[in-house]
C-alpha cells in the first residue's frame, strides 16, 4: 500500500483488531515484548479510536495491525511488526525482513493470516457482530 501520514501521537500507537483472538493475543505479546516503553496498543473497533487518525479507515485496519509512529507515519502488516520490535533487544534481527524475497514471503503469510483470522482463531464480539467479520 502507499506511504500514509495522520496525525502525529508523539509515541508509536498500535492498532490491532478487538474483536480478533489471535490478535488480542499478538497484542498482548506486544505488551510483554515491549515492556510499556512508550507504545500504546488500542483496539481500532473501540469509540472514537480511528477518529484521532485521520486517513486511518476501517477497511485498512480490517486487512492488517497498524503502527502509528510518534511522527504520524503509518505501517503495516507484517513491517509493523518489524519496527515496532525492531528497537528492542534483538529486535534489529527482524530487519531481514528487507531482504529480498523475504519481506514478499513475510507479507504473504501475514495476509493470509490476517484474512483468515476469524476462522483461525473464533471470534470474540461482544456485539454479535462478528458475522460480518466471516464474509
Do not use: N, W
Amino acid at each position: 500500500m502507499s506511504a500514509l501520514t495522520t496525525t502525529p501521537p508523539g509515541h508509536d500507537v498500535i492498532l490491532y483488531d478487538g474483536h480478533c483472538r489471535l490478535c488480542r493475543g499478538a497484542a498482548k505479546q506486544f505488551e510483554r515484548l515491549l515492556g510499556g516503553q512508550g507504545t500504546e496498543l488500542r483496539s481500532f473497533r473501540d469509540e472514537g479510536v480511528l477518529a484521532a487518525f485521520p486517513g486511518l479507515s476501517p477497511e485498512r485496519c480490517e486487512k492488517a495491525m497498524q503502527l502509528v509512529q510518534p511522527d504520524g507515519r503509518v505501517f503495516e502488516g507484517a513491517e509493523a511488526v518489524v519496527r515496532a520490535l525492531g528497537r528492542r533487544p534483538l529486535g534489529k534481527l527482524l530487519f531481514v525482513y528487507y531482504v529480498p524475497g523475504l519481506r514478499q514471503l513475510a507479507d504473504l503469510v501475514y495476509g493470509t493470516v490476517a484474512r483468515y483470522r476469524f476462522r483461525i482463531a473464533g471470534r470474540a464480539c461482544p456485539d454479535g457482530a462478528c458475522a460480518l467479520h466471516m464474509k
